[in-house]
């Protein structure tokens, strides 16, 4: 059964750090892009990072750029996102999903990806 599963979320304080995981199971990882995403309340889903299955090539949106760091473990099948200096804006429901092969430039379509994880909370307060 093909599944994206997030974990890592939480509560932190503004400048903190979290690191979320995204664990696939059912395909084999190392053949697709993933991608992250977020979704606060009242707002669209955004797309924040990717990382492409060949040569690894990354994409960040720019709100992130310098914060974030997207990586990929294919054997363990597990994509992570490093998230440092963390601000209130950033608060969010972090979604991981998977796309064909490369992210391209048009990474932050969400209609390009297939299979999504069920999402886990990020919370950037005091």
């Known amino acids: 059964q093909l599944q994206l599963v997030e974990s890592g979320g939480g509560l932190v304080q503004p400048g903190g750090s979290l690191r979320l995981s995204c664990a696939a199971s059912?395909?084999?990882?190392?053949?697709?892009?993933i991608g992250w995403f977020r979704q606060a309340p009242g707002k669209e889903r955004e797309g924040v990072s990717c990382i492409s299955s060949v040569g690894g090539s990354t994409y960040y949106t720019d709100s992130v750029k310098g914060r974030f760091t997207i990586s990929r473990d294919n054997a363990n099948n597990t994509v992570y996102l490093q998230m440092n200096s963390l601000k209130p804006e950033d608060t969010a429901v972090y979604y991981c999903a998977r796309k064909s092969r490369f992210c391209y430039t048009y990474y932050y379509r969400s209609e390009k990806y297939d299979y999504w994880g069920q999402g886990t909370q990020v919370t950037v307060s005091s």
């Open positions: 059912g395909f084999t990882l190392e053949n697709y892009a």
